[in-house]
């Protein structure tokens, strides 16, 4: 029992060392963790599936730089599933740095599918279909329309008048005559009808329950990106069907990965990285590092409590 008494007086610093290398070490000596998707993943995914090609599906970026380690990962993956299926996002912002960071997902996601684009194994597989583009063009294939500010009263305004909400994307381009708003549309303006499901990646206020709470306004199908922490609070959504799937932090985003399939290699040759994959050994390596200091700290309080014990015996 000596020994958990000196750890109990153990220098924190020392602590610190061994959680920070057991996040080095594994990014270092890289390992791929087998990843079984979920129900809640899935569901996302087969909804995805199940869209006709051409389909639009509205994607609300609603965090920041802080939750895009958990949720970047995942809304790459969705985009590169979308462009394979010929699938169109249309992407708006209830917070202010979302536009720039699906900016960053876009691109990323634009390199995975021109490198897979002829990938023999992926379309014997019928994961790329046969009316994918390989060269994706703004406003026509899929279009950023930016932040808006209001939160709950932007998504409603969203519902009521979609086109008016957005009469330019985020780089100042007329939205009203872009072909993604107005191809297979029978003459009618553009509306949230004509969106086949809404996504949702968020890390607080003014994301998926925004959606939620105006239901009723919009009747669309619904579907969520979280954070870790939100997962307890949005599997209610799930259960009670208001939400069609859900990709919960970063081990979300590597089931998700992992439902797309390869990312392939770039045009150098190299393995383009699935960012999600890639991050659950160093996770998983740290998470086990807390769940043993945890244990000795407790140890080291049973054993504090049994050497109190015996001096008031004595």
Known sequence: MDIFLKLKNLDRRWVYLCVALSVILPMIFKYELEMKPSTAVKGIYDKI?????????????????????????????????????????????????GSQLAEDCLKKA????????????????????????????????YVNLGYKPGGIIHVKNLCNDFMGTYPQDMTGKSTLNMDIFTKNIKGKKFSIED???????????????????????????????????????????????????MIGGLPGSAEYETLVGDYGSDKDGKPIIAEGRAGMFPQAVAHLAIMLFIILGNLAYIAENRKLGKKKKA
């Open 49 to 97: 599936e199940s869209l006709p090609e051409g389909s639009r599906v509205f994607l609300s970026f609603d965090f920041d730089p802080a939750a895009e380690p958990e949720l970047g990962p995942g809304a790459i993956a969705i985009f590169v599933h979308m462009f394979r299926r010929n699938i169109k996002p249309v992407i708006g912002c209830n917070w202010p740095l």
């Open 110 to 141: 634009k390199i995975i599918h021109e490198q897979n684009y002829n990938n023999a194994t992926l379309r014997k597989e019928g994961k790329i279909s046969k009316s994918s583009k390989f060269k994706l063009e703004p406003g026509i294939d």
């Open 195 to 245: 969106i086949d499901l809404i996504i949702s990646y968020t890390a607080g206020t003014n994301g998926i329950e925004a959606f939620i709470q105006v239901e009723a306004d919009h009747k669309r199908p619904m579907a969520a990106g979280c954070t870790s922490v939100n997962i307890p609070r949005f599997t209610t959504y799930l259960q009670t069907g208001q939400l069609v799937g």
